[in-house]
């Protein structure tokens, strides 16, 4: 997800100030990582430079985040050409979990232990975002699914080299 | 299996997209055909489950079979049995006969251990004498021709004191054609003793006689045909619940068809495919059981009957119509039988909440049943026989009524039923769900059991209408021997002397009247001591040469006017066709009148009776009939085959009489057992049907039961709960077929004008039977169902 | 005996004592052990995913757990008391009263309406009739199947009768509920919500759950998870929450 495009896809609904843009971003998208006063103002200073905003009015008091800033037309086209592309699948093929177990096998460790002890670590964030989808709006039960479905993915993927430990360990050290 | 199914379709449909079905290219009879043999291929290749089902349809149809054409070839035996009684008929020469061309046949029946041994002595009289069938040549005098049976029971170490009696040498055997059945005991000796004049000899011109002369008794005719009907109808009903063995199991193979594509019409005929291979399998079956069951029952003797294997040969149509309407049946049973069920490619849906049953068609049956028969109640034997169609019509359409009523009722007395323990919950909640399956797997036994029920009753009826009949006193006297006019009336003082006889009474008596030919009036004349008339009369003083007329009571005019007017009175006078000696007598002159007394049973004696004294020549003049009452001494063994062996020694041509009250009572037990026994093998046939059904639900369920009792359901609850789905249908079904057989029997007693009366004991025992299949079903799916129960079933893995 | 879902004492304090343990279970079937040495435990109001492969012996492990097969060897304790001590007909009662179960299928007796089949093991307890279909309702209504209380298993679909199927476990307040695969049969969207309603109606009454599942999704519903791997338990986390 790109900062710049979701400012801008923020401002197509009208011209609002920096810490304005702050707040609906976190209320939306943020929530366990909210913007920095500073991320806002780099990436605004950008689009500026890129003439996809403008300035539309300056509150009294100073610094960027008084600031009232409108987008432009060429800024309507941009957001409208991210929102038709579609997102490239992460292929995953670099993983660091991967790249652990082999080098278990290679070193003579346990690379079961090793798995099971991410496995435990895995479903332990899993169990978490279920406790906080059933307590939260539908917002963030899809938010949660989504990572969900990701960490179930990786856990399975776990499942899977744990039964194939013995072959990979075989073609490991041939 | 889905998945690969649904695989294909997706394969099937994406590949090329046609503009619209094609049309069928085959014909419609050769569609029905494709499919037909496809069901077929299902039926025999459809693995060991397809297996099961069709091996299942096919012993059920198979023993159905059998019983139908069992008795779709009784009729053709009993034919058998009277053509060959016709064929040995003796026809008697008239006067003008050629006597070089007639044999003398002396009637010399007996009866060892209370079985009847035909005997014959024969005298040819000339070279062209006619040969009874059975028979190559005469034997000759002290020689017999017997039959198989006989000469095995002469052959027994036992048979001593029957060897005595037929003192004649073995020169033959007796062929079938001679014998009604192969147990007959039967023989035929030569004799040079015999007259044509002897009582119980005849002179016979031929053997054979039409066999259509002898029409039965209408009411024996009524009989046979409604045991005929009762005993058919089950096995029908029960053919129809065979073909519907592993109806769920296949309904699932059917929508896996669905799935691949095969319309709701295609996957019927398919269906109607697989019954059909149930059906022909089972016909084969059947035959073959039919010849075994052939075989065994030409070696069988029931109640003194038994068949020649040869003769239980189902009459070409009879065979053709069973070959011809089974598997019509079964396409048409599975065809009607899916009427109400819609098969879609993922599943079996019945119509969720079938429509009500209404009962009123289902009444018509039945009502008009009893409009076919009630107009023939009242007519009993006199009103020549009854018409067959009627008759039979009514009976199946009041049976029939019994399949129409039964699944409304089963359906209307669950639909009301609820409240009781848990067990009672589930059996009665499945019923509500699946009242038609119960109430058809119970159909058999109702229709087996009204129909038995009926006909104990019309039995127990007739059977009394005999015993009213004989009125023998059996209790003091066992035997009776009767010496005609020209035998030896003086028998009974040889009989006295035999070993196990502790009292005779003879009564040798005439006929009295007062013409030598055709006289309008005759009165019975007793001769015997004075002790023995005093059993009949009233005496102040006797002698020997006195006589007596008897007073108060039947008949005592004319025996006081005979007595007294003093007019020529004559012994045993000639009537029209029957010669008699017409001995010239004269009463004494102090003939005095005596009050009659009643015997034991209240009859009084009447007529005239006399000393022998006051009557010349008793025993030589030939007009005399002797009746000797035989008392036995029940200490000795065998004491009434050596009275038979004594009087057969005087005379062969003399009879003896067994006096049992009883006698025809034991016939009828026959028939009653006879009766039972096929009612008991039909509901035993019923029953497996019913134990198929319930082994086959159990399996279906057989996830839900492991988890009934993994959540703590007691076994007892759950086995319980299979006894109550069994018997509730079979209670229903037991009231229903109760009511209708006391009302079928009670119209065919009135139809044979016999007294209405119900056997309660006989009716109980139906009903105790009916539930006794229940008890047995449920005892015998109880090893599945604890099986069943065990937590394996739970696993999934 | 109380049979609206109440709030349980249990729940609140955690109690660290497990109340059903097994050590070293065994279990052979045909030749092929489905346990070999299987160790388990659970606290009271403890919700516990039993996960592994196909044919690790997860079901076999709840199986013997719940007193339905009996072990070849090792113990099974619940509240105390062995297991395999009591006789066919006290494990039963037991299974009556203390525990309550929940499959992927073939459960519901097809026969019975809705609300029947919940209040079945009220009436297998000897509650009557009525008693068992008053005390039902709620349970029904809990897991927002009430609407449904009329119709048969076979008119509802699948989401629904896994509600009741639940329901049917919960209504005689269980200690322990034993789910096997209780999504098994459901898409994501019912299997969640069944999941919710039943750790959360477990929750409230203080059951303990040992839910069966090769979903992790599924298993993220539970308070921690022990791994079954041919036949032999693994746990990374210790009992109670």
């Known amino acids: 997800m790109t900062i710049g495009h979701t400012l801008l896809g923020l401002l197509e609904s009208g011209p609002r100030h920096g810490y304005d843009l702050k707040r609906a971003f976190d209320e939306r998208f943020g929530h366990d990582r909210p913007l920095h006063y500073g991320q806002v103002y780099s990436t605004m200073s950008r689009l500026l430079k890129n003439g996809l905003v403008e300035v539309d009015g300056i509150e009294p008091g100073g610094g960027p985040e008084r600031k009232r800033y409108a987008i432009t037309d060429a800024g309507v086209t941009d957001v409208a050409g991210w929102l038709t592309t579609p997102e490239k699948p992460e292929p995953y093929l670099q993983s660091t979990l991967y790249t652990k177990v082999v080098l278990a096998l290679l070193t003579g460790r346990d690379a079961a232990e090793l798995l099971d002890v991410q496995r435990a670590e895995h479903l332990r964030l899993m169990r978490e ?37 013995g072959k990979l360990a075989a073609e490991v050290r041939a | ?101 007639t044999v003398l046949v002396g009637n010399v029946d007996t009866e060892y251990h209370d079985t009847m041994v035909r005997g014959r002595l024969l005298l040819p009289e000339g070279p062209d004498a006619p040969l009874p069938p059975g028979l190559d040549r005469f034997p000759k005098p002290g020689e017999m021709v017997v039959s198989p049976a006989l000469a095995d029971l002469l052959d027994d170490a036992g048979s001593d004191l029957l060897r005595e009696r037929l003192d004649y040498g073995i020169a033959g055997t007796v062929s079938d054609a001679g014998l009604i059945d192969p147990g007959e005991l039967a023989y035929y000796a030569g004799s040079k003793d015999i007259a044509a004049a002897d009582v119980n000899v005849s002179r016979v011109a031929a053997f054979g006689e039409d066999a259509d002369d002898q029409a039965m008794e209408p009411v024996l005719v009524l009989l046979a045909m409604i045991v005929f009907v009762a005993l058919l109808m089950p096995v029908a009903v029960f053919l129809i619940a065979a073909v519907r063995f592993g109806g769920e199991r296949r309904d699932r193979r059917l929508a896996a068809l669905r799935l691949v594509g095969a319309d709701g019409r295609a996957v019927r005929r398919i269906a109607a495919g697989e019954a059909l291979a149930g059906a022909l399998l089972g016909l084969v079956a059947g035959t073959g059981l039919f010849l075994l069951g052939r075989q065994l029952a030409g070696g069988v003797t029931v109640y003194d009957m038994s068949i020649f294997a040869s003769d239980l040969d189902p009459s070409p149509a009879l065979a053709l119509l069973v070959a011809a309407a089974v598997p019509a049946a079964a396409v048409g049973v599975t065809l009607l039988a899916l009427r109400g069920v819609v098969i879609e490619p993922l599943g079996v849906v019945r119509s969720a909440r079938p429509r009500r049953r209404r009962i009123w068609w289902r009444l018509l049956l039945p009502a008009g049943g009893l409009a076919l028969l009630a107009p023939m109640m009242g007519r009993g034997d006199d009103a020549g026989a009854f018409p067959e169609w009627q008759v039979i019509g009514g009976t199946v359409l009041l049976l029939t009524g019994i399949t129409a009523l039964l699944p409304w009722l089963v359906e209307a007395v669950v639909a009301r039923l609820g409240r009781g323990p848990t067990s009672w919950q589930l059996a009665v909640r499945r019923l509500q769900l699946s009242s038609g399956t119960a109430a058809r797997l119970v159909n058999g036994i109702a229709v087996a059991v009204a129909g038995a029920i009926a006909l104990q009753m019309v039995f127990t009826g007739v059977e009394d209408d005999y015993k009213e009949e004989t009125g023998h006193d059996a209790g003091r006297y066992q ?42 009036n005759s009165v019975t004349l007793s001769v015997g001591s004075c002790a023995e008339l005093r059993e009949m009369a009233k005496l102040a003083g006797c002698r020997d040469g006195d006589a007596f007329y008897l007073t108060d009571t039947y008949g005592s005019a004319d025996s006081t006017h005979m007595a007294t007017a003093g007019d020529p009175l004559y012994l045993d006078p000639s009537y029209d066709g029957m010669a008699g000696k017409a001995l010239r007598w004269a009463p004494p002159s102090d003939i005095r009148p005596a009050r009659a007394r009643a015997d034991s049973d209240g009859n009084k004696y009447d007529g005239i009776v006399a000393t022998p004294g006051a009557v010349p020549d008793v025993r030589d003049s030939g007009a005399f009939t002797a009746w000797v009452d035989v008392r036995l001494d ?16 005087a005379d062969p041509l003399l009879s003896v009489h067994t006096l049992n009250s009883e006698i025809y009572e034991e016939d009828f037990a026959g028939i009653r057992t006879g009766l039972a026994v096929g009612a008991a093998c039909v509901l035993v046939l019923i029953g497996s049907s019913l134990l198929v059904g319930q082994l086959e639900q159990l399996r279906e369920r057989r996830k839900l039961l492991s988890s009934l009792v993994a959540f703590g359901t007691r076994r007892s609850t759950l086995s319980l709960s299979v006894l109550w789905q069994t018997a509730i249908p079979v209670a229903l079904g037991m009231a229903l077929s109760t009511a209708f057989g006391l009302a079928l029997g009670t119209v065919l007693m009135r139809m044979t004008d016999t007294p209405v009366a119900v056997d309660w004991p006989s009716v109980l025992t139906m009903a105790g039977a009916g539930a006794g299949v229940v008890a047995a079903v449920t005892a015998l799916s109880m090893p599945l169902l604890i099986r069943l129960m065990r937590p394996d079933g739970l696993r999934t893995e | 005996m109380s049979t609206t879902p109440p709030t349980d004492p249990f729940a609140a304090d955690a109690e660290p004592a497990p109340i059903l343990t097994a050590t070293a279970l065994r279990k052979v079937y045909a030749g092929t052990p489905a346990l070999d040495g299987a160790d388990f435990a659970i606290a009271a109001g403890e919700t516990v995913a039993v996960m592994g492969p196909s044919g690790s012996g997860k079901s076999t492990l709840l199986h013997c757990l719940a007193g339905i097969v009996p072990a070849d060897d090792g113990t099974v304790t619940y509240a105390g008391r062995d297991l395999a001590a009591l006789s066919d007909a006290e494990r039963s009662a037991l299974r009556r009263r203390e525990f309550g179960f929940v499959f992927q299928f073939g459960q519901l007796v097809p026969e019975l309406t809705c609300v029947e089949n919940v209040a079945l093991p009220l009436r297998l307890t000897g509650l009557g009739r009525r008693d068992a279909e008053r005390a039902a309702r709620p349970w029904l209504e809990r897991l927002e199947v009430d609407d449904i209380a009329h119709q048969r298993p076979g008119e509802v679909s699948g989401g629904q009768g896994q509600r009741v199927a639940v329901a049917r476990a919960l209504a005689t307040t269980p200690r322990v509920v034993f789910a096997d695969e209780p999504t098994g049969a459901l898409d994501s969207l019912n299997g969640e919500r069944v999941m919710e309603l039943l750790t959360g109606a477990a929750q409230d009454s203080g059951a303990a759950v040992v839910l069966v599942t090769h979903e992790p999704r599924v298993a993220a519903y539970a308070d921690r998870e022990v791994v079954v791997r041919d036949g032999r338990t693994r746990s990374l986390e210790p009992v109670g929450r």
Not at chain 2, 59 to 71: F, H, P, S
Not at chain 2, 84 to 89: D, E, K, L, S, T
Request: one cysteine or more.
């Open chain 2, 479 to 520: 035997l009776a021997v009767y010496a005609s006019a020209g035998q030896d009336v003086g028998v009974g003082d040889r009989i006295e002397g035999t070993e196990g006889v502790s009292e005779t009474v003879t009564r040798v008596s005439t006929v009295l009247a007062g013409k030598k030919r055709n006289p309008r």
């Open chain 2, 634 to 649: 029940p200490a000795v063994p065998e004491a009434a085959e050596r009275v038979r062996n004594e009087v057969a020694g």
């Open chain 1, 129 to 165: 975002l279920t406790r906080r989808k059933k307590g939260g709006d539908l917002a963030d039960q899809l938010i949660c699914d989504h990572a969900l479905f990701h960490l179930e993915a990786d856990l399975r993927w776990l499942e899977l080299t744990a039964a194939r430990l």
């Open chain 2, 1 to 101: 299996m889905s998945d690969l199914t649904y695989a294909g379709k997706t394969a099937g449909t994406g590949t090329a997209q046609p503009a619209g079905p094609p049309p069928d290219p085959r014909g419609p009879l050769r569609t029905w055909a494709d499919d037909l043999r496809m069901g077929l291929a299902f039926a025999l290749r459809g693995g060991r489950e397809g297996w099961m089902r069709t091996l299942l349809t096919a012993v059920g149809v198979g023993l159905g079979v059998a019983l139908l054409l069992l008795t779709t070839a009784i009729p053709g035996a009993l034919a058998g049995r009277d053509q060959r009684g016709a064929a040995r008929a003796e026809v008697p020469a008239s006067d003008a006969e050629y006597v070089g061309g």
